[in-house]
């Protein structure tokens, strides 16, 4: 029952007749509910047609296994999963259940993608970044030395080479952010108050937006523990933002932050949620990938920093949406007092 895989066996019509903590927690059930159901009446559709797939199949070709991956929408989540089916057979070789058994491959993969993309960050900046200071320079020089030699009131000349030195350090900036992505710093952690932290950057916020709600509950028995204040102000100031972006869409609306401490789990959990344009199934998988956005002038890099971050600080990030409308993100940091 205590292994990590998820395992569900089925008897000959499809009824559930164990189930694991694994399989249970992954799927958000309870083993109650499960028992003795048929899975139709449990799994979503996406599953049961993959289950069905594997019957199909195997009464055609008679194989004993089958593994495949499959992606999966959950209600709070899209997760990577490797299923195996196994045929179960009695002395006879008839039929009589199968047997599921589920690795959930999401954060590996989620990591090894991680790593491709600071690696792509990486290598395009410094391949951009080259070439930039001489194309620079030459304009400059161009500029020095030639303007002056055309008639007063042509302006062509350096208005072009001056497009040239602004769209160049627009690109230098464009790489520099490539590569803060690529190379950022390892998180140096300090007993720091993350209320105030919060409330800090809050306030930057509360004049500037006059069509936002902010409100904040800190947890008054959060003391300070250890965690990097800058890092954790860039966490703060993304996820505001991608907030205030949201709400502005609609016109309006609220971000509402908590914190709290969990003693028995030893565990600080920060809840941001908002009620703007919400976030659809389809787009939570992508989220923190690095370069993804729905925005016209978004860089997609927000998340993937925050993320990175909030690894760093060996704690979780996740989203849900917040109900009736808008989008909540929750981040997990272990409650350090001492290092580790
Ligand atoms: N609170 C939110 N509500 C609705 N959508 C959100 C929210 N937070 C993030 N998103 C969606 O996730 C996408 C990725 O967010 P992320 O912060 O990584 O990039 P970005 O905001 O588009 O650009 P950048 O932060 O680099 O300027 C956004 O484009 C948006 O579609
Ligand atoms: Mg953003």
């Keep these: 029952k205590n292994v990590n895989a998820g ?15 694994t399989a249970v927690t992954l799927f958000g059930l309870r083993e109650e509910d499960c028992l003795n159901k ?4 449990i799994f979503t559709s996406e599953l049961i047609r993959k289950i069905r797939f594997f019957l199909r199949n195997q009464e055609r070709t008679r194989q004993d296994l089958e593994s495949r991956e499959i992606e999966l ?27 599921i058994i589920i690795n959930d491959l999401t954060e590996i993969i989620n990591a090894q993608k991680a790593v491709a993309w600071r690696e792509v960050a990486r290598r395009i900046a410094h391949e951009i970044k080259n070439p930039l200071t001489p194309i620079a320079l030459s304009a400059e020089r161009i500029q020095r030395k030639y303007a002056s030699l055309l008639q007063e009131g042509d302006k062509v000349l350096s208005s072009c080479t001056s497009t040239i030195i602004k769209q160049v350090s627009a690109l230098k900036q464009l790489v520099n952010e490539f590569s803060n992505f690529a190379r950022m710093p390892q998180a140096k952690p300090t007993m720091q108050d993350l209320n105030e932290v919060i409330s ?25 523990f250890l965690f990097d204040q800058e890092q954790m102000k860039r966490v703060m100031t993304n996820l505001v933002d991608n907030s205030l972006a949201a709400i502005k869409s609609v016109g309006g609306g609220s971000i509402n932050i908590t914190t709290k401490l969990d003693k028995s789990l030893q565990i600080v959990i920060i809840e941001i949620c908002d009620t703007g344009l919400g976030i659809s199934q389809q ?46 993100f929750i981040i997990e940091l272990p409650f350090n007092l001492e290092a580790p």
């Design 283 to 328: 787009d939570k998988s992508k989220l923190f990938e690095p370069y993804f956005s729905t925005k016209q002038a978004g860089m997609g890099l927000g998340l993937a920093i925050v993320k990175t971050i909030v690894q760093d600080h060996r704690g979780f990030i996740r989203v849900k949406d917040n109900h009736p409308r808008g989008t909540c």
């Design 200 to 224: 800090e950057t809050l306030n930057l916020y509360r004049h500037a937006r006059p069509d936002c709600d902010f409100s904040f509950q800190p947890d008054e028995n959060l003391v300070p």
């Design 7 to 21: 395992v569900i066996t089925l008897d000959r019509s499809g009824k559930i007749i164990t189930i694991n903590e």
């Design 73 to 99: 929408s959950l209600p709070d989540r899209n997760v990577h999963l490797a299923i195996s089916f196994t045929r179960l057979n009695d002395e006879q070789n008839n039929y009589i259940g199968m047997l």
């Design 38 to 41: 048929n899975y139709r009446e």
